[in-house]
Protein backbone atom coordinates (compact mmCIF):
# COMPACT_ATOMS: atom_id res chain seq x y z
CA UNK A 1 0.00 0.00 0.00
CA UNK A 2 1.26 3.32 -1.12
CA UNK A 3 0.89 5.56 2.69
CA UNK A 4 1.03 9.19 0.54
CA UNK A 5 -1.84 8.03 -1.49
CA UNK A 6 -3.99 7.43 2.28
CA UNK A 7 -6.19 10.18 3.01
CA UNK A 8 -4.44 12.58 5.63
CA UNK A 9 -7.05 15.24 6.15
CA UNK A 10 -9.50 13.57 8.30
CA UNK A 11 -9.46 12.19 11.55
CA UNK A 12 -6.13 10.24 11.96
CA UNK A 13 -7.31 8.03 14.73
CA UNK A 14 -9.29 4.96 15.00
CA UNK A 15 -12.92 4.93 15.34
CA UNK A 16 -14.73 0.84 15.65
CA UNK A 17 -13.51 -2.66 15.81
CA UNK A 18 -11.54 -3.86 12.79
CA UNK A 19 -11.80 -7.55 13.28
CA UNK A 20 -9.63 -9.95 16.00
CA UNK A 21 -6.38 -12.14 15.61
CA UNK A 22 -6.47 -15.09 17.17
CA UNK A 23 -3.82 -17.27 18.13
CA UNK A 24 -4.76 -20.16 19.17
CA UNK A 25 -3.54 -19.84 22.70
CA UNK A 26 -3.74 -16.79 25.01
CA UNK A 27 -2.25 -13.84 23.90
CA UNK A 28 -0.62 -11.92 26.74
CA UNK A 29 1.91 -9.29 25.35
CA UNK A 30 2.39 -7.80 21.27
CA UNK A 31 4.71 -5.23 19.95
CA UNK A 32 5.00 -3.73 15.43
CA UNK A 33 8.19 -4.23 13.77
CA UNK A 34 8.99 -0.65 12.84
CA UNK A 35 7.04 -0.81 9.49
CA UNK A 36 4.37 -2.21 11.15
CA UNK A 37 3.99 -5.20 8.66
CA UNK A 38 4.54 -7.63 11.35
CA UNK A 39 3.07 -8.06 14.51
CA UNK A 40 4.79 -10.28 17.43
CA UNK A 41 2.16 -12.05 19.77
CA UNK A 42 4.06 -13.61 23.05
CA UNK A 43 1.34 -15.79 23.84
CA UNK A 44 0.76 -17.62 27.88
CA UNK A 45 2.27 -21.14 26.67
CA UNK A 46 5.80 -19.18 25.88
CA UNK A 47 4.99 -19.19 22.33
CA UNK A 48 5.21 -16.21 19.57
CA UNK A 49 3.37 -15.90 17.20
CA UNK A 50 3.84 -13.43 14.49
CA UNK A 51 1.18 -11.80 12.04
CA UNK A 52 1.53 -10.54 9.10
CA UNK A 53 -0.51 -7.20 9.24
CA UNK A 54 -1.08 -6.79 5.71
CA UNK A 55 -2.94 -10.02 4.83
CA UNK A 56 -3.76 -10.81 8.60
CA UNK A 57 -2.43 -14.25 8.76
CA UNK A 58 -0.29 -15.95 10.74
CA UNK A 59 3.54 -15.71 8.99
CA UNK A 60 5.68 -17.85 11.75
CA UNK A 61 5.34 -19.17 14.85
CA UNK A 62 8.22 -19.86 17.22
CA UNK A 63 8.20 -22.05 20.02
CA UNK A 64 10.07 -19.47 22.32
CA UNK A 65 9.66 -20.25 26.03
CA UNK A 66 7.95 -22.84 28.27
CA UNK A 67 6.66 -20.67 30.50
CA UNK A 68 4.66 -17.18 29.45
CA UNK A 69 6.15 -14.56 27.42
CA UNK A 70 5.85 -11.13 29.37
CA UNK A 71 7.49 -8.56 27.21
CA UNK A 72 8.56 -8.58 23.33
CA UNK A 73 10.31 -6.23 21.64
CA UNK A 74 11.64 -5.60 18.32
CA UNK A 75 15.53 -5.16 16.55
CA UNK A 76 15.41 -1.89 14.22
CA UNK A 77 15.80 -3.83 11.29
CA UNK A 78 13.12 -6.68 12.20
CA UNK A 79 15.71 -9.42 11.82
CA UNK A 80 16.01 -9.84 15.47
CA UNK A 81 13.67 -10.40 18.39
CA UNK A 82 13.95 -9.84 22.46
CA UNK A 83 11.78 -11.85 24.53
CA UNK A 84 10.91 -12.49 27.98
CA UNK A 85 9.02 -15.14 29.91
CA UNK A 86 7.88 -15.46 33.62
CA UNK A 87 11.07 -18.46 34.00
CA UNK A 88 12.90 -15.39 34.72
CA UNK A 89 15.02 -16.18 31.09
CA UNK A 90 15.47 -13.33 28.40
CA UNK A 91 16.29 -14.61 24.84
CA UNK A 92 16.67 -13.06 21.61
CA UNK A 93 15.89 -15.07 18.11
CA UNK A 94 16.29 -15.16 14.84
CA UNK A 95 12.89 -14.11 13.29
CA UNK A 96 13.63 -16.33 9.68
CA UNK A 97 14.79 -19.13 11.44
CA UNK A 98 13.17 -18.48 14.31
CA UNK A 99 16.09 -20.32 15.89
CA UNK A 100 17.39 -18.84 19.66
CA UNK A 101 20.82 -16.82 18.87
CA UNK A 102 21.72 -15.81 22.65
CA UNK A 103 19.70 -16.78 25.79
CA UNK A 104 20.22 -14.61 28.95
CA UNK A 105 19.34 -16.26 32.31
CA UNK A 106 18.18 -14.10 35.51
CA UNK A 107 17.76 -14.43 39.68
CA UNK A 108 14.67 -12.52 39.72
CA UNK A 109 11.34 -12.26 37.47
CA UNK A 110 11.54 -9.77 34.42
CA UNK A 111 8.94 -7.24 34.07
CA UNK A 112 10.37 -5.63 30.66
CA UNK A 113 12.76 -5.58 28.39
CA UNK A 114 13.62 -3.41 25.05
CA UNK A 115 16.13 -3.49 22.50
CA UNK A 116 18.51 -0.22 22.12
CA UNK A 117 16.19 1.80 19.13
CA UNK A 118 19.57 2.19 17.21
CA UNK A 119 21.86 -0.58 18.37
CA UNK A 120 20.52 -4.37 18.23
CA UNK A 121 24.06 -5.57 20.23
CA UNK A 122 22.58 -3.41 23.39
CA UNK A 123 19.14 -4.18 25.35
CA UNK A 124 17.33 -2.96 28.75
CA UNK A 125 16.54 -5.38 31.07
CA UNK A 126 13.78 -4.08 34.25
CA UNK A 127 13.74 -6.71 36.72
CA UNK A 128 11.37 -6.78 39.56
CA UNK A 129 12.70 -4.85 42.83
CA UNK A 130 16.15 -4.24 41.23
CA UNK A 131 17.65 -1.79 39.05
CA UNK A 132 17.44 -1.47 35.35
CA UNK A 133 20.16 -3.22 33.37
CA UNK A 134 22.36 -2.70 30.67
CA UNK A 135 22.71 -5.51 28.59
CA UNK A 136 25.32 -6.26 25.75
CA UNK A 137 24.65 -9.42 23.56
CA UNK A 138 27.87 -10.91 25.01
CA UNK A 139 26.85 -11.01 27.75
CA UNK A 140 27.98 -8.06 29.89
CA UNK A 141 26.07 -6.11 31.53
CA UNK A 142 25.78 -2.87 33.68
CA UNK A 143 23.81 -1.09 36.38
CA UNK A 144 21.73 1.81 35.78
CA UNK A 145 22.22 3.84 39.04
CA UNK A 146 19.47 4.69 41.33
CA UNK A 147 18.22 7.69 43.37
CA UNK A 148 17.52 6.02 46.27
CA UNK A 149 18.90 2.66 46.91
CA UNK A 150 15.88 2.07 49.21
CA UNK A 151 13.46 2.31 46.48
CA UNK A 152 13.72 -0.34 44.11
CA UNK A 153 10.63 -0.22 42.76
CA UNK A 154 12.53 1.03 38.78
CA UNK A 155 10.87 1.22 35.37
CA UNK A 156 12.95 2.57 32.85
CA UNK A 157 12.75 3.29 28.81
CA UNK A 158 14.96 3.93 26.52
CA UNK A 159 14.84 7.45 24.68
CA UNK A 160 13.43 7.81 20.72
CA UNK A 161 17.44 7.40 19.51
CA UNK A 162 18.78 5.63 22.51
CA UNK A 163 21.00 8.33 23.65
CA UNK A 164 19.64 8.47 27.09
CA UNK A 165 17.78 6.24 29.10
CA UNK A 166 14.98 7.31 31.45
CA UNK A 167 14.04 5.55 34.76
CA UNK A 168 11.15 6.34 37.10
CA UNK A 169 11.07 5.08 40.75
CA UNK A 170 7.76 4.78 43.32
CA UNK A 171 8.43 8.53 45.16
CA UNK A 172 7.78 10.37 41.68
CA UNK A 173 11.55 10.71 40.98
CA UNK A 174 12.81 10.71 37.25
CA UNK A 175 16.33 10.08 36.60
CA UNK A 176 17.65 11.05 32.61
CA UNK A 177 21.05 9.00 32.44
CA UNK A 178 23.58 8.97 29.02
CA UNK A 179 23.69 5.23 27.71
CA UNK A 180 27.26 5.06 27.20
CA UNK A 181 28.53 6.19 30.49
CA UNK A 182 25.31 6.16 32.41
CA UNK A 183 26.13 9.33 33.62
CA UNK A 184 23.56 11.96 35.13
CA UNK A 185 22.46 14.29 32.93
CA UNK A 186 18.60 15.18 34.22
CA UNK A 187 16.53 14.46 37.03
CA UNK A 188 12.92 16.02 38.26
CA UNK A 189 10.05 14.81 40.30
CA UNK A 190 6.53 14.53 38.76
CA UNK A 191 4.95 15.94 41.54
CA UNK A 192 6.64 19.47 41.91
CA UNK A 193 5.80 21.42 44.87
CA UNK A 194 4.03 18.80 47.15
CA UNK A 195 4.98 16.51 49.74
CA UNK A 196 3.29 13.64 48.67
CA UNK A 197 5.04 11.29 46.13
CA UNK A 198 3.06 9.18 43.52
CA UNK A 199 5.11 5.94 41.81
CA UNK A 200 5.98 5.85 38.11
CA UNK A 201 4.04 3.10 36.37
CA UNK A 202 5.55 3.54 32.99
CA UNK A 203 7.43 5.73 30.91
CA UNK A 204 6.88 5.75 26.85
CA UNK A 205 8.52 7.55 23.83
CA UNK A 206 7.06 8.71 21.12
CA UNK A 207 8.33 7.66 17.45
CA UNK A 208 8.63 11.12 16.28
CA UNK A 209 9.26 14.73 17.92
CA UNK A 210 10.49 14.54 21.12
CA UNK A 211 7.59 13.93 23.54
CA UNK A 212 7.29 11.46 26.14
CA UNK A 213 4.65 10.85 28.61
CA UNK A 214 5.01 9.26 32.12
CA UNK A 215 1.64 7.18 33.67
CA UNK A 216 1.52 7.39 37.22
CA UNK A 217 -0.36 5.77 40.23
CA UNK A 218 -2.41 9.08 40.68
CA UNK A 219 -3.85 8.10 37.87
CA UNK A 220 -2.89 11.23 35.75
CA UNK A 221 -0.85 11.04 32.11
CA UNK A 222 2.10 13.44 31.86
CA UNK A 223 3.38 14.60 28.80
CA UNK A 224 6.82 15.72 28.63
CA UNK A 225 9.19 17.65 26.36
CA UNK A 226 12.63 15.89 26.23
CA UNK A 227 14.84 18.78 25.27
CA UNK A 228 13.07 21.24 27.90
CA UNK A 229 13.69 18.12 30.79
CA UNK A 230 17.33 18.17 29.44
CA UNK A 231 18.31 21.65 29.85
CA UNK A 232 16.35 21.92 33.35
CA UNK A 233 19.34 19.73 34.71
CA UNK A 234 19.44 17.77 37.53
CA UNK A 235 17.16 18.67 40.14
CA UNK A 236 14.77 20.64 37.54
CA UNK A 237 11.35 21.94 37.30
CA UNK A 238 9.86 21.19 33.49
CA UNK A 239 6.02 21.50 33.69
CA UNK A 240 4.45 18.89 31.44
CA UNK A 241 2.95 19.88 27.96
CA UNK A 242 -0.27 18.26 29.11
CA UNK A 243 -2.25 16.34 32.39
CA UNK A 244 -4.37 13.76 30.68
CA UNK A 245 -7.09 11.79 32.95
CA UNK A 246 -10.41 10.93 33.07
CA UNK A 247 -11.90 13.11 35.84
CA UNK A 248 -15.34 11.39 35.80
CA UNK A 249 -14.28 7.33 36.94
CA UNK A 250 -10.87 8.36 37.88
CA UNK A 251 -9.81 5.52 35.61
CA UNK A 252 -6.27 3.72 36.43
CA UNK A 253 -4.37 3.30 33.33
CA UNK A 254 -2.59 0.10 32.34
CA UNK A 255 -0.64 1.29 29.42
CA UNK A 256 -0.23 4.14 27.42
CA UNK A 257 1.41 4.29 24.33
CA UNK A 258 1.39 7.79 21.29
CA UNK A 259 0.61 7.56 17.83
CA UNK A 260 3.30 6.59 14.89
CA UNK A 261 3.08 10.31 14.13
CA UNK A 262 3.09 11.69 17.83
CA UNK A 263 0.04 13.71 17.67
CA UNK A 264 -2.17 11.41 19.40
CA UNK A 265 -2.18 9.20 22.97
CA UNK A 266 -3.58 6.46 23.90
CA UNK A 267 -4.27 5.06 27.38
CA UNK A 268 -5.94 1.98 28.15
CA UNK A 269 -7.73 1.50 31.72
CA UNK A 270 -7.20 -1.27 33.85
CA UNK A 271 -10.46 -1.55 34.80
CA UNK A 272 -12.11 -2.80 31.56
CA UNK A 273 -11.59 -3.08 28.33
CA UNK A 274 -11.53 0.39 26.94
CA UNK A 275 -9.14 2.93 25.27
CA UNK A 276 -9.02 6.34 25.59
CA UNK A 277 -7.54 8.47 22.94
CA UNK A 278 -6.21 12.11 23.46
CA UNK A 279 -5.05 14.85 20.99
CA UNK A 280 -1.99 15.66 22.40
CA UNK A 281 -1.64 19.49 21.37
CA UNK A 282 -4.94 20.38 22.41
CA UNK A 283 -5.57 17.41 25.38
CA UNK A 284 -9.03 17.05 24.89
CA UNK A 285 -10.37 13.81 24.74
CA UNK A 286 -11.04 12.55 20.86
CA UNK A 287 -12.51 8.98 21.22
CA UNK A 288 -13.42 6.18 23.64
CA UNK A 289 -13.01 2.41 21.86
CA UNK A 290 -15.34 0.28 24.03
CA UNK A 291 -14.52 -3.50 23.74
CA UNK A 292 -16.86 -6.79 25.37
CA UNK A 293 -17.70 -5.93 28.93
CA UNK A 294 -16.00 -7.56 31.93
CA UNK A 295 -12.72 -8.25 30.05
CA UNK A 296 -9.48 -6.62 31.49
CA UNK A 297 -6.96 -5.19 29.29
CA UNK A 298 -3.38 -6.74 28.89
CA UNK A 299 -1.34 -4.79 26.26
CA UNK A 300 -2.16 -1.77 24.20
CA UNK A 301 0.03 -1.06 20.99
CA UNK A 302 -0.74 1.95 18.08
CA UNK A 303 0.83 0.22 14.48
CA UNK A 304 4.13 2.76 13.28
CA UNK A 305 2.08 4.41 10.38
CA UNK A 306 -1.08 4.42 10.18
CA UNK A 307 -4.28 5.02 12.39
CA UNK A 308 -4.55 1.07 14.05
CA UNK A 309 -4.39 0.20 17.21
CA UNK A 310 -3.94 -3.66 18.56
CA UNK A 311 -5.43 -4.27 22.03
CA UNK A 312 -5.51 -7.54 23.90
CA UNK A 313 -7.92 -8.94 26.64
CA UNK A 314 -9.32 -12.44 27.51
CA UNK A 315 -6.07 -13.79 25.59
CA UNK A 316 -7.39 -12.38 21.71
CA UNK A 317 -5.69 -9.57 19.87
CA UNK A 318 -8.47 -7.16 19.44
CA UNK A 319 -7.71 -4.35 15.92
CA UNK A 320 -9.10 -1.17 16.21
CA UNK A 321 -9.41 0.78 12.82
CA UNK A 322 -11.26 3.46 10.63
CA UNK A 323 -14.32 3.11 8.77
CA UNK A 324 -12.68 2.56 4.92
CA UNK A 325 -15.23 5.13 2.95
CA UNK A 326 -14.88 4.67 -0.95
CA UNK A 327 -13.65 7.59 -2.23
CA UNK A 328 -13.98 7.34 -6.14
CA UNK A 329 -13.02 10.82 -7.63
CA UNK A 330 -9.36 9.68 -6.91
CA UNK A 331 -9.45 7.90 -9.76
CA UNK A 332 -10.89 10.76 -11.56
CA UNK A 333 -10.55 14.16 -10.47
CA UNK A 334 -13.63 15.01 -12.56
CA UNK A 335 -15.88 12.37 -11.02
CA UNK A 336 -18.84 13.76 -9.62
CA UNK A 337 -20.32 11.67 -6.58
CA UNK A 338 -23.99 11.05 -6.22
CA UNK A 339 -25.70 11.05 -2.96
CA UNK A 340 -29.14 10.08 -4.49
CA UNK A 341 -30.54 9.19 -7.52
CA UNK A 342 -30.69 11.93 -10.24
CA UNK A 343 -32.16 12.09 -14.04
CA UNK A 344 -29.54 12.58 -16.40
CA UNK A 345 -29.39 15.55 -19.19
CA UNK A 346 -27.77 15.37 -21.84
CA UNK A 347 -25.91 18.18 -24.03
CA UNK A 348 -27.27 19.08 -26.95
CA UNK A 349 -23.88 17.89 -29.18
CA UNK A 350 -22.76 15.29 -26.53
CA UNK A 351 -22.89 12.22 -29.08
CA UNK A 352 -21.81 14.59 -32.29
CA UNK A 353 -18.80 13.25 -34.17
CA UNK A 354 -17.49 16.74 -34.23
CA UNK A 355 -18.24 18.81 -30.90
CA UNK A 356 -19.67 22.16 -31.98
CA UNK A 357 -19.73 23.38 -28.30
CA UNK A 358 -15.99 23.03 -27.55
CA UNK A 359 -14.11 26.12 -27.30
CA UNK A 360 -11.38 26.61 -29.46
CA UNK A 361 -7.80 26.33 -28.31
CA UNK A 362 -6.32 29.55 -28.59
CA UNK A 363 -2.55 29.69 -28.87
CA UNK A 364 0.50 27.82 -30.16
CA UNK A 365 -0.14 23.92 -30.29
CA UNK A 366 1.29 22.13 -27.75
CA UNK A 367 3.72 19.67 -28.24
CA UNK A 368 4.19 17.28 -25.92
CA UNK A 369 8.17 16.66 -25.18
CA UNK A 370 9.58 12.90 -24.98
CA UNK A 371 10.52 12.29 -21.32
CA UNK A 372 12.41 9.78 -19.65
CA UNK A 373 10.72 7.63 -17.00
CA UNK A 374 13.48 6.86 -14.10
CA UNK A 375 12.06 3.48 -13.01
CA UNK A 376 15.60 2.68 -10.86
CA UNK A 377 15.73 5.10 -8.75
CA UNK A 378 13.70 4.12 -5.01
CA UNK A 379 13.09 7.42 -3.48
CA UNK A 380 12.63 7.24 0.04
CA UNK A 381 8.96 7.25 1.42
CA UNK A 382 8.78 10.23 4.65
CA UNK A 383 6.50 8.27 6.74
CA UNK A 384 9.22 5.37 6.87
CA UNK A 385 12.02 7.26 7.61
CA UNK A 386 12.75 9.01 11.13
CA UNK A 387 12.71 12.79 11.18
CA UNK A 388 16.79 12.56 11.62
CA UNK A 389 16.94 10.21 8.63
CA UNK A 390 17.80 10.92 5.25
CA UNK A 391 17.31 7.27 3.61
CA UNK A 392 15.42 4.11 4.14
CA UNK A 393 17.38 0.80 5.55
CA UNK A 394 17.28 -1.54 2.87
CA UNK A 395 18.19 -4.08 4.85
CA UNK A 396 15.02 -4.38 6.98
CA UNK A 397 13.12 -6.91 7.59
CA UNK A 398 9.46 -6.21 6.23
CA UNK A 399 7.76 -9.15 5.42
CA UNK A 400 8.44 -13.76 6.06
CA UNK A 401 8.44 -15.55 3.03
CA UNK A 402 6.00 -18.51 3.54
CA UNK A 403 6.72 -21.97 1.79
CA UNK A 404 3.91 -23.38 0.34
CA UNK A 405 2.83 -27.05 1.75
CA UNK A 406 3.36 -30.06 -0.29
CA UNK A 407 0.11 -31.85 0.30
CA UNK A 408 0.21 -35.61 -0.35
CA UNK A 409 -1.80 -37.56 -3.11
CA UNK A 410 -4.98 -38.70 -2.31
CA UNK A 411 -5.86 -42.52 -1.59
CA UNK A 412 -6.68 -44.30 -4.65
CA UNK A 413 -5.37 -41.78 -7.51
CA UNK A 414 -4.03 -44.36 -9.98
CA UNK A 415 -0.42 -45.39 -10.55
CA UNK A 416 1.50 -47.73 -12.83
CA UNK A 417 3.06 -50.99 -11.31
CA UNK A 418 6.02 -49.79 -11.73
CA UNK A 419 5.50 -46.53 -9.92
CA UNK A 420 3.79 -48.46 -6.96
CA UNK A 421 7.09 -50.43 -6.55
CA UNK A 422 9.58 -47.60 -6.87
CA UNK A 423 7.40 -46.07 -4.43
CA UNK A 424 7.47 -48.94 -1.88
CA UNK A 425 11.35 -49.21 -2.78
CA UNK A 426 12.00 -45.13 -2.00
CA UNK A 427 9.88 -45.56 1.69
CA UNK A 428 11.62 -48.59 2.83
CA UNK A 429 15.25 -46.73 2.12
CA UNK A 430 13.71 -43.54 4.02
CA UNK A 431 12.64 -45.89 6.98
CA UNK A 432 15.49 -47.16 7.19
CA UNK A 433 17.53 -43.36 7.38
CA UNK A 434 15.27 -42.39 9.71
CA UNK A 435 16.32 -45.24 12.51
CA UNK A 436 20.29 -45.04 11.67
CA UNK A 437 20.41 -41.25 11.30
CA UNK A 438 19.70 -38.88 14.31
CA UNK A 439 17.57 -36.68 14.02
CA UNK A 440 18.77 -32.91 12.84
CA UNK A 441 20.07 -30.84 15.62
CA UNK A 442 19.12 -27.52 16.51
CA UNK A 443 21.56 -24.76 16.06
CA UNK A 444 23.12 -24.28 19.52
CA UNK A 445 22.44 -20.76 20.90
CA UNK A 446 24.83 -19.03 23.48
CA UNK A 447 23.78 -18.74 27.30
CA UNK A 448 24.60 -16.26 29.82
CA UNK A 449 23.62 -16.22 33.43
CA UNK A 450 23.56 -12.66 34.46
CA UNK A 451 24.56 -12.09 38.48
CA UNK A 452 22.38 -9.26 40.12
CA UNK A 453 23.43 -8.63 43.79
CA UNK A 454 20.24 -7.83 46.54
CA UNK A 455 17.97 -9.77 43.12
CA UNK A 456 14.75 -10.81 45.07
CA UNK A 457 15.41 -14.93 43.52
CA UNK A 458 12.09 -15.92 45.64
CA UNK A 459 9.95 -13.23 43.74
CA UNK A 460 6.83 -14.18 41.99
CA UNK A 461 5.79 -12.59 38.77
CA UNK A 462 2.64 -10.21 38.47
CA UNK A 463 1.60 -12.56 35.95
CA UNK A 464 1.79 -15.46 37.57
CA UNK A 465 0.78 -14.06 40.96
CA UNK A 466 -2.66 -13.18 39.50
CA UNK A 467 -3.81 -15.86 38.26
CA UNK A 468 -2.95 -18.02 41.67
CA UNK A 469 -5.32 -15.82 43.24
CA UNK A 470 -7.77 -16.47 40.04
CA UNK A 471 -7.08 -19.56 41.17
CA UNK A 472 -7.73 -19.38 44.67
CA UNK A 473 -11.18 -17.30 43.75
CA UNK A 474 -12.63 -19.96 41.75
CA UNK A 475 -11.26 -22.92 44.38
CA UNK A 476 -13.43 -20.85 47.03
CA UNK A 477 -16.69 -20.67 44.78
CA UNK A 478 -16.75 -24.65 43.92
CA UNK A 479 -17.34 -25.56 47.50
CA UNK A 480 -20.51 -23.91 47.61
CA UNK A 481 -23.33 -23.78 45.66
CA UNK A 482 -26.09 -26.63 45.17
CA UNK A 483 -25.36 -30.31 46.31
CA UNK A 484 -25.68 -32.71 43.91
CA UNK A 485 -28.30 -35.14 43.18
CA UNK A 486 -26.17 -38.10 44.28
CA UNK A 487 -25.52 -36.78 47.71
CA UNK A 488 -29.23 -35.52 48.43
CA UNK A 489 -31.55 -38.29 50.17
CA UNK A 490 -33.69 -39.80 47.36
CA UNK A 491 -37.30 -39.87 48.55
CA UNK A 492 -38.55 -43.02 49.82
Known sequence: MNLELLESFGQNYPEEFDGALDCISLAVTCAYNKRGT??????????IVIWDFLTRGIAKIISAHVH??????????????????????????????????????????????????????????????HAAVLVQTDGNHRIVPLDDDTDLNIVASFDRRGQYVYTGNAKGKVLVLSTSDLELKASFKVTQGTTSATAVKSIEFARRGECFLINTADRVIRVYDSQEVLTCGKDGEPEPIQKLQDLVNKTMWKKCCFSGDGEYICAGSARQHALYVWEKSIGNLVKILHGTKGELLLDVVWHPVRPIIASIS????????????????????????????VEYEER????????EDKSVEMGPEKQEDDLEVDVSTIEPVAAFCSSDEEGEDMDALQFLPIAPEVEEPEEGWPTGQGNAQQNEEEKQRNNSKENTSPAPKRRKYRAFDIELEGAPSEEVHPLLSNRAKDKQQSGGKKGGGRPRIDDRKRPK
Open 38 to 47: LLAVGCNDGR
Open 314 to 341: SGVVSVWAQNQVENWSAFAPDFKELDEN
Open 348 to 355: ESEFDLSD
Open 68 to 129: PVCSISWSRNGHKLLSASTDNNVCIWDVLSGECDQKYRFPSPILKVQFHPRNDKIFLVCPMR
